[in-house]
């Protein structure tokens, strides 16, 4: 698929193909991008899994690690 | 019997006067478009007012003297003959088209219709003087009075809210919105109203709005932006948070292939006065056909330098497509 940019300025539209330097630039970011989701996602999880492990935790009346409390904890 | 001599009893008409003829008392003669009546008889006395032979009978009236002569006074084909307000008077004629109209007092040749209109489109008005076109206006355009107000125009509507660019795209990778769009000397504000939707129906990938500066997309560590999401399946509300960046990622679960709305209010564009600040908007339908969907709003700020020429990018995975209609509120 063609890696391109639509440019819309006051008095025209031009559509130009991403070459050199700046197609090279367009894919990094897409896959820095991608990467920052990825982490972003995985810190999600396991702020996710740390909560339900607090919870359990303390239905069992069992000691919170500082990371579990930290879920739990304002 | 005895006669008697009553004379003539009733005049005698003998025609054009003749030097050669003998008149007779009650001859009636004609001469330089008078009447003469012989009053002595006598043969070789030219006729005259009052002579010992001749009295006129009827003088001839100034030629044309009551009517002008229109011979004279009509001297091209075509023209018209009135009254003014002393005497007959002459109308030209009028050029091919023009109708016959009515002054404040005399009549006068004006253009009619059949000849002012020359284009599809003109219409026709009045102005001081008679009928006149008023070219067609382009697309668009609304008729108005001008700023004298007293005749038509074709102008823009004046608003506080214009708007500045629309169009469609297809099967692009970024969209940008370049300086010239954001003229910050007219508008305070602008909100640009974007659909977008991924081509191929994927999910992956993901976007960023990229501030753009010259032409170019900034780097550096120039923006800071903050957000929230939420989707409809949960209440949970996860916040976005990028600090010290060139961008904000937006759409960071992909464009989808259901067509999402995008909002992007933005201040401070090409102003010296203040740095930019962005509200970015965005609903998306779910990509999987359920009733579901993701709401994300961004608030972005460009600590821009104060000569800067403002854009800013949409960047996307390959192959997106959408709308966008750009507005400037003054």
């Keep these: ?74 | 019997m005895a006669t008697i001599n009553l004379g003539a009893i009733k005049f005698n008409w003998k025609g054009a006067y003749n030097n050669s003829t003998a008149y007779a008392v009650d001859d009636v003669v004609s001469s330089g478009g008078n009447s003469y009546v012989c009053i002595q008889a006598s043969q070789g006395n030219a006729v005259g007012n009052a002579t010992a032979y001749w009295n006129i009978m009827s003088a001839a009236g100034t030629n044309g003297s009551n009517g002008t002569d229109l011979s004279s006074t009509l001297s091209t084909r075509g023209d018209l003959v009135f009254k003014n307000a002393s005497a007959l008077a002459r109308l030209a004629k009028g050029t091919a088209g023009q109708v016959l109209g009515q002054g404040a007092n005399d009549p006068a040749w004006v253009n009619g219709s059949s000849s002012t209109l020359t284009t599809q489109g003109d219409i026709l008005f009045r102005d001081s003087s008679g009928l006149q076109r008023l070219a067609k206006g382009s697309a668009g355009q609304v008729l108005k009075m001008n700023s004298a107000a007293n005749a038509p125009e074709y102008g823009t509507v004046s608003s506080d809210y214009v708007k500045i660019a629309s169009g469609a795209f297809n099967d692009v990778s970024n969209v940008d919105f370049a300086a010239s769009l954001f003229v910050g000397s007219t508008y305070k504000s602008f909100i640009n109203m974007i659909e977008l939707e991924d081509q191929d129906g994927g999910q992956s990938g993901n976007s960023e709005f990229r501030p753009m500066v010259s032409g170019s997309p900034i780097s550096g560590t120039a923006v800071s932006s903050c957000g929230i999401a939420m989707n409809s399946s949960s209440n949970t509300v996860s916040g976005l948070g990028r600090d010290a960046a060139d961008s904000c990622i937006i759409y960071n679960d992909g464009v989808r292939e259901s067509r999402a709305l995008l909002q992007i209010e933005s201040n401070g564009m090409n102003r010296s006065d203040c740095n930019n600040n962005h509200f970015i908007n965005n609903i998306r339908p779910n990509h999987d056909g359920a009733i579901r969907c993701r709401w994300d709003f961004h608030a972005v700020h460009h600590n821009r330098t104060a000569s800067s020429a403002d854009g800013y990018r949409i960047q996307m995975n390959a192959g997106a497509k959408g709308t966008y209609c750009l507005y400037g509120r003054k």
Excluded: C, F, P
């Design chain 1, 1 to 74: 698929m063609t890696i391109n940019k639509l440019v819309i300025e006051k008095d025209g539209v031009n559509l130009v193909d991403l070459e050199g330097a700046e197609l090279q630039e367009y894919n990094d970011r897409i896959s820095a991008n991608q990467t920052v989701i990825q982490a972003e996602e995985a810190e999600k999880t396991a702020q996710a899994t740390l909560k339900a492990s607090a919870k359990a935790k303390l239905i069992a009346g069992e000691a919170l690690t500082e990371a579990e409390a930290n879920t739990v904890v304002l």
